[in-house]
Nanobody, 115 residues
Framework: QVHLVESGGGLVQPGGSLRLSCAASINFFRIYTMGWYRQAPGKQRELVARITGDGSTAYVDSVKGRFTISRDNAKNMVYLQMNSLKPEDTAVYYC?????????WGQGTQVTVSS
């Protein structure tokens, strides 16, 4: 059974920073690719960043240079450091992984960027 719990969202002014955390209850965490997705009101859920078990990362173009995904395999944690936040980053952010053809999601954490 896979269980993902996000935290760290909140209200921040444009240009500010937030760090999201995802605690993963999963055996052999270190082998799983982990992702952060987001969904804004009225829009489809999109992949923001992902990180493989060996630490390779990829980002959607809109966050490159501003967001950093990382993981701590000893703690079963994934992080998303978000800098230079913009109003268009406002969304519910979800932690994600998949195995054996199944996708797993956390409950999401709200990020609101507004002055």
């Amino acid at each position: 059974q896979v269980h993902l719990v996000e935290s760290g969202g909140g209200l921040v002014q444009p240009g500010g920073s937030l760090r999201l955390s995802c605690a993963a209850s999963i055996n052999f965490f270190r082998i799983y690719t982990m992702g952060w997705y987001r969904q804004a009101p009225g829009k489809q859920r999109e992949l923001v960043a992902r990180i493989t078990g060996d630490g390779s990362t990829a980002y959607v173009d809109s966050v490159k240079g501003r967001f950093t995904i990382s993981r701590d395999n000893a703690k079963n944690m994934v992080y998303l450091q978000m800098n230079s936040l913009k109003p268009e980053d406002t969304a519910v952010y979800y932690c994600n992984t998949g195995t054996n053809g199944l996708l797993y999601w956390g409950q999401g954490t709200q990020v609101t960027v507004s002055s």
